[in-house]
Nanobody, 125 residues
Framework: QVQLVESGGGLVPAGGSLRLSCGAS????????MGWFRQAPGKEREFVAA????????YYADSVKGRFTISRDNAKNTVYLQMNSLKPEDTAVYYC??????????????????WGQGTQVTVSS
């Protein structure tokens, strides 16, 4: 099972930027689809962005489209989430997730195999 560790969260004013990183263990990282999800207090976990193993395809929630960018560096076993023009409603714990097989329905949390521990992102108004 792949181990995932997120970093890069913090406190930022509205309109600011953050870049989250997710490091993965395992020699077959390049074959995984990867996703970012978030969970705000009192709310369900929601899809943010996903990227296929080859980075040929990326997917975004409507709420972050145009502001967030997901990317990956397979040589470094790392996936990134660049977040720009942050809003207070982006405040949440952000989780990265790995999908060992399949690159369909990447917005569905239940189809991911491994999860990180999460990193807090707080956007002040």
């Amino acid at each position: 099972q792949v181990q995932l560790v997120e970093s890069g969260g913090g406190l930022v004013p509205a309109g600011g930027s953050l870049r989250l990183s997710c490091g993965a263990s395992g020699r077959t990282f390049s074959s995984y689809a990867m996703g970012w999800f978030r969970q705000a207090p009192g709310k369900e976990r929601e899809f943010v962005a996903a990227i296929t193993w080859s980075a040929g395809n990326t997917y975004y929630a409507d709420s972050v489209k145009g502001r967030f960018t997901i990317s990956r560096d397979n040589a470094k076993n790392t996936v990134y989430l660049q977040m720009n023009s942050l809003k207070p409603e982006d405040t949440a714990v952000y989780y990265c997730a790995a999908r060992v097989k399949g690159s369909y329905r990447l917005h569905m949390a239940s189809l991911y195999d491994s999860w990180g521990q999460g990193t807090q992102v707080t956007v002040s108004s």
